[in-house]
């Protein structure tokens, strides 16, 4: 059975995306078979792996509003161990139509079950908001992944994530936990990114990855070539840190797995 995680943050611009595309191809290069969702009408996971949305015949939507099976609408992507289920501009509208249907809530649960047992991780890119589309993703969940921006702003809305974590704990998936807290634009060199990560580490302790997500050019390059960020420049700051977020997501899920799937190995 794989372990579900939703990427969710409602305030937007923190990185959320681009933790999910890299994380995800991290998880493949490390021989994890994953399968990721694009869950976001704005369709920028779509467009990191280099498909035009307006192109999408079947696609997230359809599965969630028309019933036809998700396994119908995944694209095979460069790394063989990854399935995309991309998203079209029809999703937009997917927060309206879904108000009035029955278990509004669980369609996704309901398109991702008989998928569950031919992935180790299945990760979903949420959109940058708490309506009907992330409440799907978080019924689902197994656990989510928090991705925070270190600027000014950072804090603001996480206690408000976090009251709806719970009310979805609460109400919908008892199951649901927060697997951690990653900082994302992160410069050593910036006393705000001091002070934040400070700040996040004493109110959040061990829930915040260790693993820091740098500023980095060739990270925010790679989408416009229709990459992931291990397949544009392995080298890179950004990319290497994804590398090792998926290694440390890995070891706190199974820590005897470490052995066997080390990032530095599968680069």
Do not use: W
Not at 177 to 199: A, C
């Amino acid at each position: 059975m794989s372990r579900i995680l939703a990427i969710a943050n409602q305030k937007g611009g923190v990185g959320k995306t681009t933790t999910a595309v890299n994380l995800a191809a991290s998880l493949a290069v490390a021989e994890l078979r994953t399968l990721l969702i694009d869950l976001d009408p704005q369709g920028n996971t779509t467009s990191a792996y280099g498909l035009d949305k307006a192109d999408m015949k079947t696609h997230v939507y359809h599965a969630l509003v028309d019933g036809v099976p998700l396994a119908e609408t995944l694209v095979t992507t460069e790394l063989p161990m990854l399935k995309l289920a991309p998203t079209g501009p029809d999703l937009a509208g997917a927060e309206v139509e879904l108000v009035n249907m029955v278990a509004r809530e669980h369609r996704l649960q309901q398109a991702l079950a008989p998928l569950r047992d031919q992935f180790d991780y299945i990760i979903i890119d949420c959109p940058p908001s708490l309506g009907l589309l992330t409440l799907n993703a978080l019924t689902v969940a197994d656990s989510v992944i928090i991705p925070l921006q270190c600027e000014f702003y950072a804090m603001e809305g996480m206690g408000h994530l976090m009251s709806t974590i719970e009310l979805v704990r609460t109400h919908l998936n008892p199951r649901l936990q927060v697997d951690g807290i990653v900082l994302t634009m992160y410069d050593r060199r910036n006393k705000l990114s001091l002070q934040v990560e400070s700040e996040t580490t004493s109110y959040f302790g061990r829930q915040v990855f260790e693993t820091r997500i740098p500023r980095n050019v060739r990270l925010s390059e790679s989408p416009s070539f229709g990459k992931p960020a291990v397949l544009y420049d392995v080298t890179a700051p950004g990319t290497k840190a994804y590398l090792e977020l998926a290694s440390e997501l890995i070891a706190r899920l199974s820590p005897r797995s470490t052995e066997t799937h080390t990032m530095a190995g599968a680069a």
